[in-house]
């Protein structure tokens, strides 16, 4: 691989090229410039360029974006990697302020189902958030910072 490439909402115009060198390791889920999205469900198209120039077949996956949450001051952006979420997800919060975020998962009913975790962020940050233990359905990711919570719903198959 010497390259990848993703692209936005099924919108190729939008595509991105990012070189990668032969001993590389990426996390994606930094690269990835979702700055222009707004509030909503979207989807990402992703795949690799060998050297000769020959190309993977494109992959899509299906994600939530979640911006400008007023009540948690400073994080200005929380996305949730893919939808329908698997094992192990990654979460990407972009925040302007230093956060010291709790972050707990609730089931359709609003029980609490996977213990708060506490997380600190800086500017962008990703992190694993492991899903193992929850059976397939409908939740909220409980984000609270301070006394001010916020609610992000996503379905795990």
Request: charged share 20%; proline share 6%; no cysteine.
């Given at each position: 691989?010497?390259?990848?490439?993703?692209?936005?909402?099924?919108?190729?115009?939008?595509l991105?090229?990012?070189?990668?060198g032969?001993?590389?390791?990426?996390?994606?889920?930094?690269?990835?410039?979702?700055g222009?999205?707004?509030?909503?469900?979207?989807t990402?198209?992703?795949?690799?360029?060998?050297?000769?120039?020959?190309f993977?077949?494109p992959?899509?996956?299906?994600?939530d974006?979640?911006?400008?949450i007023?009540?948690?001051?400073?994080?200005?952006?929380v996305?949730?990697?893919?939808?329908?979420?698997?094992i192990?997800?990654?979460?990407?919060?972009?925040?302007?302020?230093?956060?010291d975020l709790?972050?707990?998962?609730?089931?359709?009913?609003g029980?609490?189902v996977?213990?708060?975790?506490?997380?600190?962020?800086?500017?962008?940050?990703?992190?694993?958030?492991?899903?193992?233990?929850?059976?397939?359905?409908?939740y909220?990711?409980?984000i609270t910072n301070?006394?001010?919570q916020?609610?992000?719903?996503?379905?795990?198959h």
């Open positions: 691989m010497t390259a990848y490439q993703y692209w936005f909402d099924d919108n190729v115009s939008t991105v090229e990012m070189t990668v032969a001993t590389d390791v990426i996390d994606i889920t930094t690269q990835i410039n979702a222009a999205l707004i509030d909503g469900s979207h990402i198209t992703l795949r690799t360029k060998d050297a000769r120039n020959g993977s077949v992959v899509t996956y299906s994600f974006v979640i911006t400008g007023a009540e948690l001051r400073g994080v200005e952006r996305i949730l990697f893919p939808t329908p979420l698997p192990r997800s990654p979460l990407r919060v972009d925040a302007s302020l230093p956060q709790q972050l707990s998962v609730l089931d359709a009913s029980r609490t996977r213990a708060p975790e506490r997380l600190a962020f800086n500017g962008a940050g990703v992190r694993e958030f492991a899903l193992s233990a929850l059976p397939s359905g409908s909220s990711l409980l301070h006394a001010v916020q609610r992000v719903p996503f379905v795990k």
